[in-house]
């Protein structure tokens, strides 16, 4: 916590306290109810995953998107069941190529394939309009696939700027021994992207993963007021834990003090579940 920051904007706790004043209750009962669906939905969907999982498993998140022309040529834009059979085939036909690299018989060795999930999104992340079809995904590769995994893994071409570049992957689908099998597949694929993920972070990427589909069984919230509670809920001096003390710090007098107490403390009562959210 950076006390001198604060010390230097104390208006910070008074802007905190309009934005806390201008939601309703409803509007916390429904952003929180959204939460608790979307995490207890998640948390069915990833169950077995994670219960396969051993702490020397090695996580990535991955990004698949396969080739629009292939789609519309196969009439599969249209059709969301049949479109998301045909990228999760896509998935198992990698993660074949793979396991084939790493034993012949991978088959036999079932505890060490590579565990993942992998949701098909036909929108962007606003919802707001259609996009080519894809996955975002998660695998677990087994701690004795990891240099055969590792090996297939190039930079990406083209990073975003979200996350450092070097940390940014994909694979070289000339490094499978079975390049028969790997150039009709790499073909059939637009892109892949590949960053390792903190088991930390796994919750937060899950349920980016299920957005569309959680979206579709939410409440209907107001745009702005979620982005509100949202950027309340991120806000540093917004953690209740921390808030009293902060409120100390401030280089202000005691009744100014009392004042930003009361005008804040007492609506943050409204959203105690912030807490609830953290430890989930």
Do not use: G, W
């Amino acid at each position: 916590m950076n006390i001198s920051r604060i010390r230097q904007k104390p208006d910070e706790l008074l802007r905190l306290a309009e934005s806390l004043a201008q939601l309703s209750s409803k509007d916390i009962a429904i952003y929180k109810a959204n939460r608790q669906l979307e995490y207890n939905f998640v948390t069915k969907e990833t169950e077995a995953f994670s219960k396969s999982l051993t702490p020397r498993h090695c996580l990535y998140a991955v990004t698949l998107t396969p080739s629009k022309d292939d789609l519309i040529s196969q009439r599969l834009t249209s059709n969301k069941s049949d479109c998301s059979a045909y990228i999760q085939e896509l998935v198992d036909q990698l993660l074949h190529l793979f396991h084939k690299d790493c034993h012949n018989n991978y088959a036999r060795y079932e505890s060490k394939l590579t565990q993942f999930f992998a949701p098909v999104e036909f929108t962007n992340k606003h919802h707001s309009k259609r996009v080519t079809p894809h996955t975002h995904a998660c695998f677990a590769i087994h701690p004795e696939y990891q240099d055969v995994f590792d090996r297939l893994l190039i930079d990406h071409p083209k990073p975003n700027e979200r996350t450092p570049a070097e940390n940014q992957k994909t694979i070289d689908f000339r490094k499978f021994t079975n390049q028969m099998k790997a150039i009709p597949l790499e073909a059939k694929i637009k892109s892949i992207h590949i960053t390792k993920l903190n088991r930390d972070d796994f919750q937060t990427y899950a349920s980016y993963c299920y957005k569309e589909q959680t979206h579709e069984l939410k409440l209907p919230q107001n745009t702005e007021t979620r982005a509100m509670i949202e950027k309340i809920l991120k806000d540093e001096i917004t953690r209740e834990r921390n808030l009293i003390l902060m409120i100390s710090q401030l280089d202000l007098d005691a009744q100014s003090k009392e004042e930003i107490r009361a005008r804040t403390y007492d609506r943050y009562k409204d959203i105690q579940f912030i807490n609830e959210l953290e430890k989930a």
